[in-house]
């Protein structure tokens, strides 16, 4: 069974800096696409990063520069660096395993609050 554990989500404020962590099991990790995505209120879910199953990384346009994915292959884990957060970037992040354009594993999220 795949599962997806997200964490490291809380309140910083403008200018500060978190590291969102994907514990995953039930699949071969090393050789996966795993995303982050994030929702924040009102709007649709949004990717944000993408790394693929040749560690390719992929942002979205306004976190390029400021987030980094990156994969942990010994602890089954992705991070999601996040530098010069803005407000704007307040949202339920998360992480998802893609398997193909129609089939997608879901963590439950975690929050992020940035404070202006």
């Known amino acids: 069974e795949v599962q997806l554990v997200e964490s490291g989500g809380g309140l910083v404020q403008t200018g500060g800096s978190l590291r969102l962590s994907c514990a995953a099991s039930?699949?071969?990790?090393?050789?996966?696409?795993i995303a982050w995505f994030r929702q924040a209120p009102g709007k649709e879910r949004e990717g944000v990063a993408c790394?693929?199953?040749?560690?390719?990384?992929y942002y979205e346009d306004s976190v390029k520069g400021r987030f980094t994915i990156s994969r942990d292959i010994p602890r089954n884990t992705v991070y999601l660096q996040m530098n010069n957060l803005k407000p704007e970037d307040t949202a339920v992040y998360y992480c998802?395993?893609?398997?193909?354009?129609?089939?997608?594993?879901w963590g439950k999220g975690t929050l992020v609050t940035i404070s202006s």
């Open positions: 998802a395993l893609i398997e193909s354009t129609t089939r997608v594993n």
């Open positions: 039930g699949f071969t990790f090393d050789r996966s696409a």
């Open positions: 790394i693929t199953t040749g560690d390719i990384t």
